[in-house]
């Protein structure tokens, strides 16, 4: 995989920065298929923290909140809850938010040809092409999307 270089900065001054608790919760010891119904088995293998399970790096991720319908097709929908890892390399083909031309947006990050794009995933929506007459900067690559299913 290429490393990009995509002129990274620190966050500016950020207000708040929201964490999971640790909370653990009763994990059932089994899977539960998506096809046909099986027996359920009635106990509880683990308690789990969401904050194990969904943030591998904790001082380098933080929380976003969406607003708009350019990732749609990504299964990012507004009101979601993005987690965002700045600890993580941007690359192509990754879930990003950037600021450009000091707006932040959620877009996946492509390379064509030698040139970097903010694509949506929503064809009602034009891709950014990353030049250098812009101010761009990378806080960070999105590693889910928490949502209420709809």
């Known amino acids: ?85 700045r600890s993580l390399e941007p690359a192509n083909k990754k879930i990003v938010i950037a600021i450009v031309d000091g707006e932040l947006t959620v877009k996946r990050l492509r390379e064509s040809k030698g040139k970097w794009f903010l694509m949506p995933e929503n064809p009602e929506f034009e891709s950014i092409e990353i030049t250098g007459d812009m101010s761009f900067n990378i806080w960070g690559v999105v590693t889910y999307a928490i949502h209420k299913m709809r």
């Not at 950020?14 to 096809?35: C, D, H, M, W």
């Not at 969401?50 to 001082?59: D, G, Q």
């Open 1 to 85: 995989m290429r490393k990009i270089s995509l002129n990274l900065k620190p966050i500016p001054a950020v207000k708040e920065i929201f964490y999971f608790q640790s909370l653990k919760r009763p994990l059932i010891g089994t899977q539960i298929p998506a096809g046909f119904p099986s027996p359920a088995q009635d106990y509880i293998e683990e308690n789990l923290d969401l904050n194990e399970y969904l943030i591998e790096h904790p001082m380098a991720t933080y929380f976003v909140k969406v607003e708009g319908y350019s990732m749609i097709n990504a299964g990012i929908y507004p009101g979601d809850i993005l987690i965002v890892d």
